[in-house]
């Protein structure tokens, strides 16, 4: 069963991820403008692009995991990542423009005032340098082990997704939860791992 | 057992009275006087008011109420009227609705969540069924309450709400001529997803204060206890008034966007009282709408 998984991941090109979100995005864009998302496209695009920004992201921090387990995704693991921020910076895009319908003054006070919205800001803001240093030449350039530090602000990105969608709601509902349980599960699998680092470096 | 009149409920809502969306807006502009404001007062459709609901005892998700509602039976329904009344009892609905006069009311409907629609009631102000039921003096609030039947409303199987679902208006609030209890929209039956058969509707105030599916109704002389300033006090007020300059702590209510409006809609700024300030302002004379939020 693993050495199925792993000679089919070894034989689908990491692009099928790409295009396959590619399609998700656009086939959600056209819905919306198409206007077959219900009586609030814009609620529906927004909510559809932020649940699938976090499930990409959510997926980046399997990959971890499973090579521990032997199963070997890794070379997806850039792919999702990008994907994960390329829906967040949609859905941020979403949120300004259809959402507050550009009202700068608004967006600018929800940005500073609204916990949530903070919160979700903050996750794309720790995004963006890992989205900008995801490219091979970046990993020579800033080294590997460097690399690896930086690329830890992962963690802290996707549990503000996870948070952000659970501040949301007009009551805790299971779903959200769920998110955040999954996050927090893919995080504490890290812990011993990131302990075991300067312990080897001595 | 509530006596069952073979005079249904939806006899007393004639189909003579499904206008066309022409004489509608025509009727809404005569009641606003104000031409401005009535021009934005184009009815959402009839798919938008069905289809986009928050009635949590049918579930979560705003697609929910349409998809379990269809379980729910309205039919015999009776309003248990008590408290602080000359007449008190369980009057059965055909008797609520007797002797009062069924109007067409083109109402804006503000959502505490931002969002608004505008919808054809039909119905009858709920002074008249207090005028009749006969107020005490001592009476200062009513208290209202949705059926709890959670056989039929899934979403009542969910604990951690405490159902059933209570809201509660000032006896001046509840007198005001625009207090509208509604028994249809667009001339038809109260879909059940929008609260059949018979619910209140508040338009100066946030969606959630106006109640669905009300069997009961209490004249008090203390401030009833409503659902959500019970989940959330700092969210949600006993007042709920609709004001852009008070905002929810979560998000701001100075705009709103229109349900409709397609995915290029934007958002138009939101009224003080939902536009209905020349109607109700004098009712809130003296009072901090900041404090009392
Ligand atoms: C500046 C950044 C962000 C802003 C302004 C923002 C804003 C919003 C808004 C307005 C909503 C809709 C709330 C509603 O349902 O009414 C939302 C939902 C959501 N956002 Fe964000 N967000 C941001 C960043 C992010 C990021 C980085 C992620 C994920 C990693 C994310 C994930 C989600 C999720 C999962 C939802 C809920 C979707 C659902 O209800 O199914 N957001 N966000």
């Known amino acids: 069963m693993r050495d199925r998984i792993n000679a089919t991941a070894r034989r689908v090109p990491t692009a099928f991820l790409y295009i396959g979100g590619a399609i998700l995005a656009l086939w959600l864009l056209f819905a919306a403008v198409q206007d077959s998302l219900g009586p609030d496209p814009v609620k529906a695009l927004e909510q559809g692009l932020g649940i699938w920004a976090l499930r990409f992201l959510l997926a980046s921090l399997c990959i971890t995991p499973l090579m521990r387990a032997g199963i070997r995704l890794l070379k997806f693991r850039r792919a999702l990542g990008l994907l994960g921020f390329a829906y967040a910076a949609l859905h941020f895009a979403t949120w300004i423009a259809l959402d507050m319908g550009l009202r700068w003054g608004q967006i600018a006070g929800d940005l500073t005032k609204r916990p949530y919205i903070i919160v979700g800001a903050l996750g794309l803001l720790l995004l963006l340098p890992l989205a900008a240093t995801s490219w091979n030449g970046a990993i020579r350039r800033l080294g590997a082990a460097a690399w690896n530090r930086l690329h830890r602000l992962a963690y802290p990105a996707i549990l503000a997704g996870a948070v952000h969608f659970v501040m949301i709601g007009k009551v805790w509902t299971g779903e959200s939860l769920v998110y955040l349980g999954i996050a927090m599960v893919l995080l504490v699998l890290r812990v011993p791992q990131s302990r075991r680092i300067p312990a080897r470096a001595t | ?293």
Request: with cysteine; charged share 20%; proline share 8%.
């Open chain 2, 1 to 293: 057992m509530p006596f069952k009149s073979d005079l249904g409920w939806s006899d007393v809502t004639p189909k003579a009275l499904f206008l066309n969306r022409r004489q509608l807006i025509a009727g809404a502009a005569a009641a606003l006087a104000s031409p401005a404001l009535a021009e934005t007062l184009e009815p959402n459709s009839l798919e938008d008011i069905t289809s986009y609901n928050n009635f949590y005892e049918f579930g979560w998700d705003k697609g929910d109420p349409a998809r379990h509602a269809g379980a729910l039976t309205t039919d015999p329904w009776s309003i248990e009227i008590g408290g602080m009344v000359d007449k008190p009892g369980t009057y059965d609905l055909a008797d609520i609705l007797k002797g009062q006069p069924i109007e067409e009311r083109i109402y804006r409907f503000r959502c505490v969540e931002a969002w608004s629609m505008v919808v054809p009631w039909t119905g009858f102000a709920l002074s008249g069924l207090l005028n009749r039921i006969g107020v005490q003096p001592s009476a200062r609030y009513v208290a209202f309450e949705t059926l709890l039947r959670p056989e039929e409303m899934p979403g009542q199987r969910d604990g951690s709400f405490p159902w059933p679902y209570v809201e509660g208006l000032r006896l001046d609030e509840a007198m005001h001529p625009l207090t509208l209890l509604a028994t249809g929209l667009y001339g038809e039956p109260m879909p059940n997803q929008n609260g059949a058969p018979i619910r209140l509707v508040v338009p100066w105030k946030y969606g959630f204060k106006s109640i669905k599916s009300i069997v009961k109704i209490t004249l008090t002389d203390r401030q009833p206890p409503t659902t959500w300033n019970i989940l959330q006090p700092s969210e949600y007020g006993f007042h709920a008034n609709v004001n852009p300059e008070v905002d929810h702590p979560r998000w701001s209510q100075a705009s709103e966007r229109r349900i409709g409006a397609g995915l290029f809609g934007g958002r138009v700024d939101t009224l003080m009282f939902n536009g209905y300030a020349d109607q109700v302002a004098s009712l809130y004379a003296g009072q901090d709408l900041a404090v009392d939020y």
